[in-house]
T-cell receptor
């Protein structure tokens, strides 16, 4: 069964460094999302992407964040200058054009020191 | 404002018994979708079940069913015949938009422990 994949599974970085989190959505899906979950807290929406552009973003998704779909398969989240409070699990999700379910990847645990 | 509330931080259930996890929601949008996800200790988010606001029947998927009470704005998850592998965090979520591609808003989660 097709699934969303994410790399790396764990990323440790120093404050102020740039990180790129990578996702490969399910191949026939057209909607892509990034969510994050700070340890012990609920899952929060960051950004959605459709038709090669951002369709919605939350107030968390400030100028430090950006997303790209550089080719037909990858979907990336870049954090330009990481802060301690960016430490969280980052989930990529995708959804096909019809249907309602968003399928989540296994997540990337980002630790900012 | 759109909101999801899960009032049970933790629940215990005996193996093979049924358990209900509560979820209430608030939205002024007439069209919305309700979801349940399971998050085991390994961390991934597993989709369990979906209910659309206009669906007449309660959704069912194997041992999972969603008790949808629209007037009460509740969407409780019922797990029948609990198994040890059901021990996990469970999140209720809502897509509060007629846009099928809309974001999900999550509740705080309920941690379910299944006792042998």
């Amino acid at each position: 069964e097709p699934e969303v994949t994410q790399t790396p599974s764990h990323q440790v970085t120093q404050m102020g460094q740039e990180v790129i989190l990578r996702c490969v959505p399910i191949s026939n899906h057209l909607y892509f999302y990034w969510y994050r979950q700070i340890l012990g807290q609920k899952v929060e929406f960051l950004v959605s992407f459709y038709n090669n552009e951002i369709s919605e973003k939350s107030e968390i998704f400030d100028d430090q964040f950006s997303v790209e779909r550089p080719d037909g398969s990858n979907f990336t989240l870049k954090i330009r200058s990481t802060k301690l409070e960016d430490s969280a699990m980052y989930f990529c999700a995708s959804k096909r054009d019809s249907g309602d379910e968003q399928y989540f990847g296994p997540g990337t645990r980002l630790t900012v020191t | 404002a759109q909101k999801i509330t899960q009032t049970q931080p933790g629940m215990f259930v005996q193996e093979k018994e049924a358990v209900t996890l509560d979820c209430t929601y608030d939205t002024s949008d007439p069209s919305y979708g309700l979801f349940w996800y399971k998050q085991p200790s390994s961390g991934e988010m597993i989709f369990l079940i979906y209910q659309g606001s206009y669906d007449q029947q309660n959704a069912t998927e194997g041992r999972y069913s969603l008790n949808f009470q629209k007037a009460r704005k509740s969407a409780n998850l019922v797990i029948s015949a609990s198994q040890l592998g059901d021990s996990a965090m469970y999140f209720c979520a809502m897509r509060a938009s007629h846009n099928q591609g809309g974001k999900l808003i999550f509740g705080q989660g309920t941690e379910l422990s299944v006792k042998p």
